[in-house]
């Protein structure tokens, strides 16, 4: 008999007291920069809520957006400048609204030879500049990419992944970005996973590794996961939704059983059930284990997500056989 994976509601799954977090400023606020030494008091820099940290910008620099609950928009204009900052990595060191400009000299002649045309060397771009940054114990690097009087600055960091990237059409606002990214600081949470990133990530949860069925599980897999790119479910914003149950096909021999397996496994970036991370924590019955994990490789969630970007997150979860009357 073939039956719906209903225990697979995961109600575990969400968080107590999920509701929406409350926003300690007022929607609109801006906040004066908590930083030591920048602006002057007739002229107060706004300090900007980011993912785990904040930096400053100039008083007439606005937001592109609205903030949502504890942060800000992500793109900030003034001055001259642009700027954004996101979690991850950005997509080029040279900012999209860069373009570039190629002059040349056409020679033209009927019947002559005009001769060769004298070559300019194009220098469009400046030698780009790579400075190490370490602010709250956190590295950073900062990239400056210069292009026919246009700057492109960027300090980014691998750990936590975070960036932020200015741009500006003129020395001075090059100064000003350089000085917004000094303003950086993250956050003690921030600086607490940098110190203990090594160890967080990985399971230490007793029991025996297995695998669905059917899955192949080795270095030449594409989309293998590492223990570094998995977070615990509570470090999620938003939590994985089942979104279709797997069937099941349970033995005369489990049917009547009161069984119970606990595993602990990977929801990936996709929403399904990474065949190759999957742990058994206890189990009463081998048999039904089995028939649990046949039935996990139909099971799909939504993505769990963390800052707005979709994460792979390690969950425990029960699976109780009820024995049939």
Known sequence: MRSTLSYLALLALMPAGCGAL???????????????GVGTPDSVWHQVRAAGFTF???????????????????????????????VG?????????????????????????????????LHLCSPRKTTPLTLDGVSL????????????ITAQSTTPAIYVQGEGRSEGVADILRRIINTIRFTSAAAKAVETKTPADVSHSPGRLVTLPGARCDSTRSDSLTDSTIIPLDSADVPPRLLSAGSYLVPDSVRRTDARTVLEL???????????????????????????????????????????LAVAVRVTQPFHNVPAR
């Open 22 to 36: 409350s926003a300690q400023v007022a929607a609109g606020a801006l906040l004066p920069c908590a930083t030591p």
């Open 56 to 86: 400053c910008v100039p008083p007439a620099w606005r937001p592109g957006g609205h903030p949502h609950d504890s942060i800000d928009a992500k793109q900030w204009r003034g001055g001259g400048g642009s700027l954004t900052w996101d």
């Open 89 to 121: 990595r950005p997509r080029s060191f040279r900012g999209p609204d860069v373009k570039l400009t190629v002059t040349g000299r056409i020679a033209r002649a009927r019947g002559i030879d005009p001769g060769p045309v004298p070559q300019e060397p």
């Open 141 to 152: 690097v900062v990239i400056e990419d210069e292009c026919q009087r246009q700057w492109t």
């Open 266 to 308: 990977v929801i990936d970036l996709t929403g399904g059930v990474d065949p190759c991370h999957v742990r058994v924590v206890e189990e009463t019955a081998p048999a039904w284990t089995e028939v649990v994990l046949d039935g996990l490789r139909e099971v799909h969630f939504s993505p769990a997500q963390r800052h707005g």
